[in-house]
């Protein structure tokens, strides 16, 4: 947790290097699909506060599904 906090706060304002190279060159964007959450921004939650909410949500979940399968590889492993 503590990563995502110094990191949403130490790199909210760093720019993607591919994103300039791209805007340099003028390339243009041409999606496939139309994601659910374009630039991974959800409406109302564009600054770093939002950034906060959504890393800690996001470790959250991947520590929860990763004990879960833990839990059950170990009992597997038991039997």
Do not use: R
């Given at each position: 947790?503590?990563?995502?906090?110094?990191?949403?706060?130490?790199?909210?304002?760093?720019?993607?290097?591919?994103?300039?190279?791209?805007?340099?060159?003028?390339?243009?964007?041409?999606?496939?699909?139309?994601?659910?959450?374009?630039?991974?921004?959800?409406?109302?939650?564009?600054?770093?506060?939002g950034?906060?909410?959504?890393?800690?949500?996001?470790t959250?979940?991947?520590?929860?599904?990763?004990?879960?399968?833990?839990?059950v590889?170990?009992k597997?492993?038991?039997?």
């Amino acid at each position: 947790m503590i990563f995502v906090i110094v990191g949403v706060f130490a790199f909210s304002y760093s720019t993607e290097t591919l994103d300039k190279q791209a805007q340099q060159l003028g390339a243009e964007e041409k999606p496939v699909f139309t994601p659910p959450f374009a630039d991974y921004n959800i409406p109302g939650l564009d600054n770093e506060w939002g950034a906060l909410i959504i890393g800690i949500a996001g470790t959250l979940l991947l520590f929860i599904v990763s004990l879960g399968a833990a839990k059950v590889l170990h009992k597997k492993k038991g039997n």
